[in-house]
């Protein structure tokens, strides 16, 4: 029992209980003193899940060092070397077990997302209600969303925090304590955004728009409140990476010699540290709507329903950027090591990670078209939206250029490079439609956005982050993952995910609205929902085998310690896997990144001991 | 990094709240005769100037030394200070999402409130403005009484404006949370300073308390500078939500 309650991970849940206990318990304490009817649900709930998340990183340990200092006490950071694999389940201070808990979570909430869109997915393949009721669809399909885009963010929190310190020869992140905290704020938000099934669901789509969230069951509460912890904990995670990438960096490693994977995640951090408040506020503001009465979206208070959008697409547009521009960065960092060539115009590719940031804070108002917005505030959106296109066609370009006339091998890694590429210039193609005021009054709210999201999600996202885990796998456990498997992995995934989406487009052309349970059969649209549904299941499939391979490879791979890839960058100069501060020796800048294939090009050089 | 005199930091220090001071007696007298919103719009911008360059040292940001040794206690000094700002900039979009939902909803009408009240809880936490300044630079001089005494009253004060504004203000205001937009509005607003005025006051509690222990010296005192220039961007934000509160526009209806 004792021994149980060691685990960190363990401790932090039963905390997370005891914590929404004593909040309902309170809540109710409250009321009875009041004399107001004893039990009122969602403020209990609310109360209860807010505590629930702090009593767990409290339970878990995430905040002991920093008790200790406002104590007085002096605090060290604790040896982990001989922790073995339990370091894992608790609270680290390695960057490199972060980032490790960081992916594992995020490969389970994208598992969890992936499941509920399986089921409605399953749904759809007939007209009519076959299995589910409207409120569970309304419920998978609400949180099928908002369960990947957590599941995403904590992912680009991932590969953020496992490369960047190592990238830049650091011996861990600028806040080694503050990037704990971050991941486990992580959990508890993960916990009560899926709790929301338990407490009636909700029927508002990932956006949450009221008066429809204003009305929705008490679900919607855990949803806003799920979203608000986990946005807390990207912030921090992103000032974090901030700090550590411009104060942490090797001896002469000048901004224009940086990997270009640091250059994405600065521009990434930069949209989550700012624009992340505002849809905590937008949500809060729904939450205290519901909550105290307060009549800020509800129009018959002279409230303002179109604000909420304002204030939610100021960070749900940019989010996407937070979402694709990690990964765009791997397709960058992997593509010179495959091709065996320089990366094609190196300060284009680093600037335009900026540009797509910077012009992502002034586009929002393209989700609104067809909002009640005012109307000549369409134009500027059309037309700052169309701008996009250019900073995403420097990457193109030269992606393009980095191939043209390389020596390309093909591992599995490469395989998910260049489907990462293709998908998601089928992703970019079908954007413009959709940002012309004229042609998107038309989609708005059809399958042929959802399919247009999908490929950017997967294109820009999906398909890195699985190059990502085959190509850095080595890196992490010493051992590589096994390539048949990886080529089965990607050979069930690629095309099959190419097929639905495209039919996603196909059927939101024939008229196929988006979020709903139910289609009418004389649209002629149910071959084509079953087709999206087999494909569909062959994507689950190739994921279920790349977790087959994973767990397989971690204990019975191939022993690849050394430079497997014969990657310049300086991770793979020394074995794997990495010891707790990284570097033994440290190492000094002395040339340009991705200069492969030009002979006598060195990029890290390591000091001798003096 | 040469040290100015002591004595000519005190008179720097009245000098800014002095002059904060008369730009929130002239916003105040403008709210009352003419209103015109664009000055009440400018007038906090200019007060928070003067507070991020000559409370909160903003300039320290850019004279970090990017040579000396990465363990050294200036090195970690000036990381803290990066990710402090960052924090801070963060910090601000929800404030200003704030800003941009009461512009949105009332417009140039504003709340019913108690004009001498907003007046006497602004001044209040001025003032505090002022011996948090007084606590930082009693500390790079190593004077602990004056920085306990700065310290004790920073948090008095703004535990007075906490009284004044949850305590009187959230009482005697003709409306609720549920009644209008303006008291919707008004109640988040506040609240959220409020929240983070209570978080500034239990970060002052702990340095004073680590401050009597004698844990800080006039070289290493990083959570006094945090403490303090946390506090400044509280009341920074205040200069901001006083006039979209009690002077900007028209009483809403």
Known sequence: MRKLYSIGLIRGLLWQI??????????????????????????????????????????IGAVDDWIKVAGGKEVHEPDESSWGSMRYFGVS?????????????????????????????????????QFLTLMEYNTLMSLHGMVMIIGILVGVGAFMNYLIPMMIGARDMAFPRLNAFSFWLAVPASIILLSSMALGGFDTGWTGYPPLSARAPIGIQMFFLGVSLAGMGTIL????????????????????????????????SLISLTATQLIGLSFQMVMFQRLFGMGFFDPAKGGNPILFQHLFWFYSHPAVYVFVLPGLGIISELLPVFARKPLYGYKWVALSSFGIALIGFLVWGHHMFASGMAQYLRVPFMYSTLLVAVPTGVKFFSWLGTLWRGKIVFPVPMLFVLAGIIVFLLGGLTGPPNATVAT???????????????????????????????????????????????????????????????????????????????????????????????????????????????FWSRRNGEIATGNIWNSRSPEWQVPSPMPVHNYDKPFEVVGEPYDYGLPGSVYVKFMEEE | MEHPSKSSTLQLGIFVLGALAVLTAVEFTIALTVNIWQVLAVIPMIKAGLVFYYYMHIYRLFQADTEVDRESFAYKLATNRMGLWLFLISDSFIFGGLMISRINLLGLTRPDLIQVLGLVVTSVLLISSFFANRAEVSMEYGDHKQFILSTTLTMSLGILFLVGVLGVEWR??????????????????????????????????IVLRNGLRGLYTAEKHWAVEASVVYWHFVDVVWFFFYPALYLIGTLAK
């Open chain 2, 172 to 205: 005697l205001a003709p409306f609720g949370p549920e009644t209008n937009l303006a008291g919707a509005v008004f109640y988040v607003m506040t609240g959220f300073h409020a929240f983070h005025v209570l978080t500034g006051v239990i970060f002052l509690a």
């Open chain 1, 93 to 129: 201070l390695d960057h490199k077990v972060v980032g490790i808990q960081y992916l594992v979570l995020s490969l389970v909430l994208m598992v969890v997302g992936g499941s509920f869109a399986m089921t409605f997915r399953t749904e759809l393949a007939n007209t009519g209600m």
């Open chain 1, 18 to 59: 005891l914590g929404t206990a004593i909040g309902i318990g309170i809540l109710t304490g409250i009321r009875i003193l009041l004399h107001l009817p004893a039990w009122k649900a969602e403020s209990a709930f609310v109360l209860g899940a807010l505590l629930g998340a702090l009593f767990f990183v409290y339970g």
């Open chain 1, 237 to 268: 995670s992103s000032l974090n990476i901030i700090t550590t990438a411009l104060r942490m960096r090797a001896r002469g490693m000048t901004g224009f010699r940086l990997p270009i994977f640091v250059w994405g995640a600065l521009a990434t």
């Open chain 1, 440 to 550: 998107d009054l038309h989609l708005t709210d059809t399958y042929f956005i959802v399919g247009h999201f999908h490929d950017t999600m997967f294109g820009g996202y999906v398909f890195p982050f699985f190059a990502a885990i085959y190509y850095w796998f080595p890196k992490m456990t010493g051992r590589r993952m096994n390539e048949t498997l990886g080529k089965i992995h990607f050979w069930l995934m690629a095309p099959a995910f190419i097929v639905l989406s495209s039919m996603m487009m196909r059927t939101g052309l024939l008229g196929m609205r988006r979020r709903i349970a139910d289609y009418d059969p004389t649209l002629n649209i149910t071959n084509d929902h079953r087709v999206m549904t087999v494909a569909g299941f062959l994507v689950a499939l190739g994921i279920l085998v790349f977790i087959i391979n994973a």
